[in-house]
């Protein structure tokens, strides 16, 4: 669990599918309370308070992307209080009333507290009835006394608005007759509490049950009725009554909530509710919100720790809210490639460099996109795969001639033979001389056309070096071919494993004489077939000392034309997607068959709340 600070808590990671990418989504798990959220207060109304929406800045990034944003926003009450008195004279009615500073504000009455409460001074007895005490009045007293009265009238507390019946009572009229209680009270109770203290005055607060209608003024009238007769509201006589002093504590709503998506200094309305809206809560989507603020926010927050991106609500008039922030589904996109690779191999192995965001971040997955052909010209099954980075190797320069033999199949001697390379590097400026011979096991025969002449340049590693025939050698060709090499100037080695065989012969008399090299140097000869049927397409990566395989055929078996998405992600590449937070991925495509390839996109994606970790 990660504290997010303003909210509760953070839970796991989900994850949505957008095409064949995770995008996680932050979810926000409230810890256990009866009032869940951020509390935002409005002492005086048209305030804009904000909540932040949690995302860190990850340098490097060529998009936000946003999947999901919920949130929920609920108005909460607060308290205000007004003074009143008492009646005074002969009147029976205490008005009570509360100018909310917004027009229109939602606003009921919470309490009623009123000090020194007197029945008045009267010549018959009355009572008064509350959980765990009965007051009376005496006649011609105005000091209360504990208990009941013989013949005493009772008294009930009834509020009413400005005009009309009252909505409530206390203590509460029953309903008439013998079936009444399957009904309820017949009018609306509250709770009432009443203390006496030791000089005999009276402190009464009523509560009401339950919700009150919106009104922001309250008559308050006491009524009695004989204790022999009770009778339905209506039918109660008002009396005058005294009161030291009345206190009203009224229950105040905002007028309206509106909630703003901001983010670089724009704001965008995602939601508008009024400021009671009969729930605790009510939900809300600002994805959309998001997704036009997200770039804006990641440009301009460079360097920062966050993006800056927050809730900003709004109350019309005072009081409170709380809003809940749900979930947050956001990724952020990196495209090493500004345009597609195109990639030709033929036979040699491609590589393609991807660089990730920044050093340091780990993404959470890659995805790429290729499209291919397979072409009619194919390796030899002799042909040699591309060797490790050896040293080893053989010397030509000057009069010295290296020779390597190989073999062709039945099928192979009846296609034409277009292509030959071989592996090695320059050690100074060269001209190479490659020439493709007959021969047997034992001799290299005549030539089979021209010498393919290739100019070099001074290289630190071997690499494989082409030479596609002018014209390609026509079938049938002979079981043994033969490459011999030759330096007219600077100086060629040609790179291999070590061998005890007589498959590769050195000369130092220019051609006259042979010996066994004890290396095999690498060779690959390419002939056409009909048609281009598909081989394997291995694709593997490196970076960062480490390597694996990512596909032993990323062409998925298909040609001769091909497209393919592919996914790494954690559960399948891990290796590979931590090495790119300390170097370029290096993609090695490879295949025995001449692949016209294009890797026409690569994504990678980064978690904003684990790619540093």
């Not at 009401?208 to 109660?236: I, K, Q, S, Y």
Request: neutral net charge.
């Amino acid at each position: 669990m990660i504290a997010v600070p303003g909210l509760s808590a953070f839970s796991s990671l989900g994850i949505l599918s957008v095409q064949a990418l995770p995008v996680p989504v932050l979810r926000y798990a409230t810890l256990e309370a009866p009032d869940p959220g951020t509390l935002l207060e409005f002492p005086s109304g048209g305030e804009a308070l904000d909540v932040p929406v949690p995302v860190p800045f990850l340098p490097g990034m060529d998009e936000v992307e946003v999947a999901a944003a919920t949130a929920a926003l609920g108005s909460r009450p607060v308290e205000r209080s007004t003074d009143h008195a008492g009646p005074a004279g002969s009147a029976t009615v205490a008005a009570l009333s509360f100018a909310p500073p917004v027009a229109g504000a939602p606003v009921s009455l919470l309490r009623v507290e009123i000090e020194g409460f007197s029945a008045g001074n009267v010549g018959v007895a009355r009572t008064l009835l509350a959980p765990g005490l009965t007051l009376s009045w005496a006649a011609g007293s105005s000091t209360a006394t504990p208990g009941a009265l013989p013949g005493a009238e009772a008294l009930h507390l009834l509020a009413s608005p400005e005009s009309g019946p009252p909505f409530l009572a206390a203590p509460a009229f029953p309903m008439p007759g013998a079936g009444g209680a399957l009904y309820g009270d017949a009018l609306g109770g509250c709770a009432l509490s009443a203390t006496r203290a030791a000089d005999g005055t009276v402190r009464l607060v009523l509560t009401p049950d339950g919700g009150t209608p919106p009104l922001a003024a309250v008559n308050l009238t006491v009524v009695r009725l004989a204790a022999d007769a009770p009778r339905l509201p209506n039918e109660g006589q008002p009396v005058p009554w005294r009161a030291q002093s009345i206190r009203a504590v009224w229950r105040l709503h905002p007028a309206a909530l509106k909630v703003e998506a901001i983010g670089a200094g724009k704001a965008v309305t995602v939601a508008e509710m009024p400021g009671d809206p009969g729930r605790s809560s009510i939900g809300f989507d600002f994805a959309a919100a998001l997704r036009g603020l997200a770039r804006p926010a990641y440009d301009a927050a460079r360097g920062a720790a966050d993006l800056g991106l927050a809730l900003r609500v709004t109350a019309t008039g005072p009081g409170a809210a709380r809003i809940r922030l749900d979930s947050t589904g956001l990724r952020y996109l990196r495209r090493p490639l500004p345009r597609p690779e195109r990639l030709a191999l033929r036979g040699a192995p491609a590589v393609l460099a991807l660089t990730g965001a920044s050093p340091g971040l780990r993404p959470e997955a890659l995805e790429l996109v290729l499209e291919g052909r397979f072409l009619p010209e194919r390796l030899t099954d002799a042909s040699d795969d591309a060797p490790p980075q050896a040293r080893r190797g053989l010397v030509a320069e000057g009069a010295t001639r290296l020779a390597r033999r190989t073999t062709l199949t039945e099928a192979e001697r009846a296609l034409p033979l277009v292509r030959f390379a071989v592996f090695g590097r320059a050690a100074a400026p060269a001209e190479l001389l490659l020439t493709l011979h007959a021969g047997d096991e034992k001799r290299v025969g005549p030539p089979l056309g021209p010498a393919a002449s290739l100019a070099l340049e001074p290289a630190e590693a071997p690499s494989w070096l082409l030479a596609t025939l002018a014209a390609p050698v026509a079938p049938p060709l002979p079981p043994v071919v033969w490459v011999v090499a030759q330096v007219p100037r600077g100086r060629f080695l040609w790179h291999g494993t070590a061998a005890d065989d007589d498959t590769a012969l050195l000369s130092g008399d220019a051609g006259g004489s042979w010996t066994d090299a004890a290396t095999r140097p690498a060779l690959q000869l390419a002939v056409r077939e009909a048609a281009a049927t598909p081989l394997p397409l291995p694709l593997r990566w490196g970076a960062a000392d480490q390597a694996g395989s990512i596909s032993p055929d990323a062409s998925g078996g298909a040609g001769p034309d091909f497209q393919r998405r592919l996914l790494l992600a954690e559960d399948t590449s891990p290796a590979a997607l931590a090495a790119v937070a300390h170097a370029p991925l290096a993609l090695s495509f490879a295949c025995r068959r001449d692949v016209d390839l294009s890797v026409s996109a690569a994504t990678f994606a980064y978690n904003p709340w684990t790619a540093r970790s």
